[in-house]
């Protein structure tokens, strides 16, 4: 049979599926494959969590006098849902995937623009971001062929230690450090908690950080009483920025330890660490910054910072969850907080991840700078300004923030409430670890926002995959909903009490 009667007899038996369909499939286990071409993906947006076959490779791999195979193609009893830019070019895809094995292939009807217009529009990216399919690939291979432990001394060993100090020097490279500096931890949590609780020093003294830090910086630092370290908070401005004058009124001879956090992950309001990190120095003090929310989106310098201590965090740059680094300043004493075989010099024991510090290496490697985020970012404040006038109130710095950060309070409305009558947008009121309370956000309390105001406030935060049709949609989705003639259905903070 000719490749044109394969792939006929392939397309005759493909029950295609409506994107709700798909979506629905993809919860429970298909894989999402994606054959737009590289300049439809970048004009487009990106699929997050997609595996991306080029169409040329898939052409090749239906020549059987080629002896070219995919790589995914031993996965035969899994669905695959294929995306392409217009629904006939989909269902070709799909038959060829058919006719090379996978028999489960399928493709959704209307394509790619059918299924953007499906799926929520995810706004949400400070929470979490999906996992780049690079970053994924990278580190599929240290699950299965190279399963070895990094610290055994025979020949299954080789590839992931190779591998593991190839990471290392990646995630050093994010932040102009040296790999001998970085300590690979399970998460930004575990790395807060290492700097903060693993300072080395007397019995008593405190420790300086602020309102708005993340919970695991306040959590560790109270984790600490018990041994007579206390805490003092310094206040925030109206934009939710540290004083370098308070900071530095607040040092003094039993100061251990300062914590400010790069950029907040509410607000996106970028703090000034390099002039609070030289304050600490010239006192002698030990500088931590979480940069979980600035690592690989905004250019980061260990040194020109003049931090001592930086956390990393891989599933808000594109690697998975699960997957930490703390960065240690040669010199600095710090004593672990899990023991075991030493691992990381030292400094966290237990066999290092190599799969997953090869999707944090990966990740470092292919981040880029958010410039395009902060068009969208700014063009998605003005539509809402545009759509209702007198009503949004921006929160935290009006330039000095993460480049797809937007919070605003928007007048008459929880924040919360508007969401829930808006499903077509998935997006948050603050902080994910303290979604669901029914409070004002503690950062804009701290920050001087009213209660009513805090309440409503919305968090929209963008990423890499984010349009600009998106954005338009997604103020658009927000107007309406608050203009339109059934706002009954939500509720107001007048009408909460």
């Not at 007579?228 to 100061?255: K, W």
């Amino acid at each position: 049979m000719s490749i044109d009667d394969v792939l006929a007899v392939a397309r005759a038996g493909l029950r295609r599926l409506t994107p709700a369909e798909a979506a629905e499939a993809t919860r429970n286990g298909a894989r999402l494959v994606d054959i737009r071409t590289q300049l439809q993906r970048q004009t487009d947006g990106e699929l997050p969590g997609a595996i991306v076959i080029e169409r040329n490779d898939l052409e090749r791999c239906l020549d059987p006098t080629s002896g070219e195979r995919l790589p995914e193609a031993t996965e035969k009893d899994i669905p695959w849902i294929v995306i392409c830019d217009q629904g006939d070019s989909s269902s070709l895809a799909a038959a060829s995937l058919r006719a090379i094995g996978l028999r489960n292939a399928t493709d959704v009807i209307g394509g790619f623009q059918a299924w953007k217009q499906a799926r929520p529009i995810y706004l949400d990216h400070n929470a979490t971001t999906p996992v780049d399919p690079r970053v994924l690939q990278a580190a599929l291979p240290y699950l299965t062929q190279h399963f070895g432990n990094p610290s055994s001394s025979h020949a299954y060993a080789a590839e992931p230690h190779r591998a593991l100090e190839r990471s290392r020097t990646q995630v050093a490279d994010l932040i102009g450090a040296r790999p001998e500096e970085i300590v690979f931890t399970a998460g930004g949590s575990e790395a807060d908690t290492l700097a903060i609780c693993g300072l080395r020093g007397r019995r008593g003294g405190t420790i300086v950080t602020q309102p708005t830090e993340h919970p695991a910086v306040l959590q560790a630092c109270r984790s600490l009483e018990d041994q007579g370290i206390t805490t003092t908070y310094l206040p925030v401005d109206e934009y939710g920025r540290v004083s370098p004058d308070d900071l530095e009124a607040a040092l003094d001879e039993r100061t251990l330890l300062v914590s400010i956090m790069h950029a907040n992950s509410e607000t996106g309001t970028i703090q000034p660490i390099r002039e609070l990190a030289a304050i600490a120095r010239r006192h002698g003090v030990v500088f931590h910054t979480d940069a979980a929310q600035t690592a690989g989106k905004i250019p980061i310098d260990v040194d020109e910072l003049g931090v001592d201590l930086l956390t990393v965090v891989g599933h808000k740059m594109y690697a998975p969850k699960g997957i930490g680094a703390l960065y240690v300043r040669a010199g600095t004493q710090l004593r672990p907080i899990i023991h075991g075989g030493g691992q990381e010099g030292g400094l966290r024991s237990g066999t290092e991840n190599v799969a997953l510090a090869v999707a944090l290496g990966t990740a470092a490697e292919l981040a880029r700078p958010g410039d395009d985020l902060v068009r969208l970012r700014d063009l998605l404040q003005h539509e809402l300004e545009r759509l209702l006038p007198g009503r949004v109130h921006l929160n935290g710095h009006p330039t000095d923030r993460l480049p797809g950060t937007l919070n605003v309070s928007i007048d008459g409305i929880r924040g919360r409430d508007l969401l829930a009558a808006v499903p077509e947008i998935a997006a948050s009121t603050g902080s994910a670890c303290h979604e669901g309370a029914d409070t004002p956000s503690a950062v804009l309390s701290a920050m001087g926002v009213p209660p009513e105001r805090a309440l409503g406030a919305l968090r929209l935060t963008l990423g890499r995959s984010t349009t600009e049709h998106e954005i338009r949609r997604a103020a658009k989705l927000l107007a309406e909903r608050l203009t339109s003639s059934s706002r009954a259905a939500v509720t107001t903070p007048q009408e909460a009490r």
